[in-house]
């Protein structure tokens, strides 16, 4: 959703965690990587986290469990799974994907010259609005164990781009583009049901697809996680 990401502070994020923790954010490090990272420890980027793995996929359909219900009878929400296709062009656009990756830099220009000349090949505008007018499934290195863990991928959210008549060209714009739940990039999403999640839960558990495993890198994760177990066996 474009109108929940702040884009306006979306370099001081980047810049700040450079600068404070340089050991993990690195000059050398790609835009791509430094998004993955940061979304990694929770601060929101214009990344969304996406798995290869249909189990883990499920696990987090169920897991946000109601917690404080306001009424006996509120029912839990149902969750949804999506199922994303995969092409080619994902991979092969990889230099572009950094581009847009570093938009908070890129931003700064904010707009193209335009060719006015005629020219059987494209422009540089049309080649890069071409690129950004849709989220781009994308890999981003596995540097922590919770990547891996969670087998993790990432849906990546260009600025959105529009004409400016006052400019002659087209400029990038504060918001992101956006993708509605019936857009082409989706193959199919399937529903789970409110009452089915814990149980699900229980299933995944006994084949490792649990809390503990994939936040295995969060020692207070882990931590609770022990505590509920010697409770439960109390």
Known sequence: NSDATCLKDELSLIEMAKYKLPEIFKNDMLPLDILAL????LV???????????LVALYFACEIILKEKKKPEDKEPDGEVFVFHQHDSDIATYPIVQAIADSSHLIRSNKY????KKSPFMSMEDIVSGSCNKPIIVYAPIRTIRQKTQSGRYLLFPNRIERSDSLNCKVFTDELVSLEKDDACIACRFTIAGEAKQSILDDLNTIGICREILFWDNID????EIKKTISLRQ
């Open 44 to 54: 929101p980027t214009r990344l969304l986290d996406l798995t290869e793995n249909a």
């Open 113 to 116: 010259q335009k060719n006015k």
């Open 221 to 224: 994760v882990v931590c609770e």
């Open 38 to 41: 940061l979304q990694h420890h």
